[in-house]
């Protein structure tokens, strides 16, 4: 993931999308329909992961691809295995 400070921002690009994805619309002329399509990749794919970890058993491992957009095109970071812990409350009993 990019991580630019706000003054490596051209002015006018959005700060958000350069520092989640690298670019923005404006940049080298995407336009807004690649940018639109940039975040609602990246949201399938984190609620993806979200649900997959949330229906996992707890203490049990979901594996999950790292994928981050950057100027150049995605780079996958490859896979990673999170698990789920029970919160304070189920571990009281
Ligand atoms: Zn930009």
Same mark, same amino acid.
């Given at each position: ?7 490596a921002v ?6 958000? $999308?350069? #520092? =989640? ?7 080298? +002329? %995407?336009g807004y /329909?690649?940018?639109?399509? $940039?975040? #609602? =990749? ?7 992961? +979200? %649900?997959?970890? /949330?229906?996992?058993?707890?203490n049990?491992g =979901?594996e999950?691809?790292?994928?981050v ?9 490859g ?15």
């Open positions: 993931m990019a991580d630019l400070a706000p003054s051209p002015p006018g690009h959005s700060a958000v $999308a350069h #520092r =989640v994805h690298g670019w923005c619309a404006l940049c080298d +002329a %995407r /329909a690649k940018e639109t399509m $940039a975040w #609602r =990749v990246r949201e399938n794919r984190r609620e993806d992961a +979200a %649900r997959a970890l /949330a229906d996992a058993p707890p049990t =979901v999950i691809q790292l994928i957009n950057t100027p150049s095109g995605p780079v996958d970071l896979t990673h295995r999170f698990a789920r812990v029970p919160d304070e409350g189920a571990r009281r009993g």
